[in-house]
């Protein structure tokens, strides 16, 4: 499937006045713990009147408490961008819903055989709901993860009889992206699909993407592209990185996320995302620009020695 950008095809400005951020694999690891450089630079940030919008493949209401936690008064992105909602005034309540791109019913019912004539489990995302088939045995861990209890229905294509916000597939790490090409085929024109996880395979409306959501904030935001950092790890994140001045990859992304990709942040376990933002958007000017042209020579240089190293006979 046609992807909508072209890798680094915006120029880099400064000062960079929007930040968007993926959570799982950028912000926090499988413990869910945000660092506290990481806090302290996006909190800066905020202060400063840069805008921060969490861009995630979670639903709002799951990015919600991360959004909190950091002090964050910008809208939150969920599904892949399919959804946004304003910040609430209350932690107790969901934020005014500001978009919703669905899937249409019968894409959703068809995504959910295709799955699972391809041997995933298939669950359901609408508005602030997980709905999940009653006999899925990992009911509970997919609830801790999103934190929220799931919907028990007996059978997901019965129970789809509206527009449903995503269908998230879920399998053995690294089947999703075995698939991926396949699942793109089978649903072109009618879905787009990505991989938001090693073990999941997601279904959006047509031309819903963390990239489209990012052109969609900026605009509102009034902010260039070009004066947007955006950081991610998976290739959900791919056209969100492309589509932005200063894409940035976590490193641990797979190779078309880092070909995306301007820069390379480094890792989750030093905290990476707040390091790109402490040196790109809270520096001054000149020292922002140094720090992007290293940043950039050693992106460049990694991905010549992944090149190297895929060469026959190396």
């Known amino acids: 499937m046609a992807r909508p950008f072209l890798p680094r095809s915006v120029a880099p400005e400064f000062p960079i006045r929007m930040v968007a951020l993926d959570i799982d ?7 869910l713990a945000l660092g506290e450089r990481t806090r302290a630079a996006i909190g800066r940030a905020v202060h400063r009147g840069i805008r921060v919008s969490l861009v995630t493949g979670r639903m709002t209401a799951s990015a919600m408490r991360f959004a909190a936690s950091l002090g964050l008064r910008d809208p939150i992105v969920g599904y892949q961008g399919g959804l946004a909602r304003e910040m609430p005034l209350r932690a107790d309540r969901v934020g005014r819903l500001l978009r919703h791109m669905p899937l249409t019913a019968a894409v959703a019912r068809d995504a959910v055989a295709w799955s699972r004539s391809a041997g995933l489990d298939a669950h359901a995302n609408h ?25 028990r229905v007996r059978d997901l294509e019965d129970w789809i009889q509206h527009p449903i916000t ?34 999941f395979l997601e279904f959006v409306a047509p031309g819903v993407s963390k990239g489209q959501a990012v052109r969609w904030l900026a605009r509102r935001q009034g902010v260039p592209l070009g004066q947007v ?28 996320v880092i070909g995306a990709a301007r820069y390379v942040a480094p890792p989750l376990v030093e905290e990476g995302a707040g390091d790109m933002i402490a040196r790109l958007a809270l520096a001054t000017v000149p020292e922002a620009r140094a720090a992007a042209r290293l940043f950039e020579e050693e992106a460049t240089a990694l991905r010549e020695r992944e090149r190297t190293a895929r060469r026959p006979g190396t």
């Not at 694999?25 to 413990?31: A, P």
């Not at 056209?239 to 797979?254: F, L």
């Open 166 to 199: 995503k269908i998230v597939a879920v399998g053995a790490p690294g089947r999703p992206k075995v698939l991926l090409e396949a699942a793109r085929e089978r649903f072109r024109g009618r879905a787009d699909v990505t991989v938001a996880h090693p073990r």
């Open 229 to 256: 950092l955006a950081v991610g790890d998976q290739l959900n994140d791919l056209e969100m990185i492309a589509a932005v001045g200063h894409g940035t990859a976590m490193p641990q992304g797979p190779a078309e």
């Open 25 to 31: 694999g950028t912000l926090v690891d499988d413990d």
């Open 127 to 151: 508005l602030e709901e997980l709905i999940i088939p009653a006999d899925d045995p990992q009911v509970d861990d997919y609830s801790a993860f999103l934190g929220t209890r799931a919907i």
